[in-house]
């Protein structure tokens, strides 16, 4: 498979199937190396290097983080998870959700019908750290109302 070095500025600068899978192997490790994103996705380095660099100027990508494990010793139970309940005053809601969508406390978020927009099922340290959270994601503008649910019990 080899990179066309025209398509993405052909189809404005769109997301493919490539740098899905790009994006998919980053947020798997972040750390990755060129030479080995280029193995995974047959591409040459440059290739590499030049979608990614696209997709940062796009801002697809705006940051590379660590992500940190229990600390030793650490209870598996440690920490906090909640359900937030999301409805936008904004329509269409792509663009407000976009700007919380990759924070690193939303650990899956749902988008449905009915009362609500928006489930996002998160992970924090304790209730300071959800209250800090609801609050962050209350100040963004085109989000209405934010409620927290405490997950008692996983299943």
């Known amino acids: 498979m080899s990179e066309n070095p025209t398509a993405a500025r052909q189809n404005g600068g769109a997301r493919d199937g490539l740098d899905e899978r790009l994006i998919a192997l980053l947020t798997a ?3 990755m190396t060129l030479t ?14 030049a979608r990614m660099a696209r997709l940062e100027r796009d801002g697809v990508i705006t940051a590379y983080r660590a992500i940190l494990g229990p600390r030793p010793g650490a209870g598996v139970d440690e920490g906090l998870s909640a359900v937030l309940s999301i409805t936008f005053s904004q329509r269409p809601c792509a663009p407000v959700v976009e700007k919380f969508r990759h924070w690193p406390e939303i650990a899956h978020y749902y988008s449905v019908t009915g009362p609500l927009d928006a489930y996002a099922v998160v992970k924090v340290a304790g209730a300071h750290d959800l209250s800090q ?9 085109g989000v209405a109302e934010v409620r927290s649910a405490v997950v008692l019990k996983g299943g």
């Open 36 to 49: 080995a994103l280029a193995q995974k996705l047959a591409l040459s380095r440059t290739a590499v290097q």
């Open 133 to 141: 959270l609801v609050d962050r994601l209350s100040a963004i503008p």
């Open 29 to 31: 490790n972040a750390r």
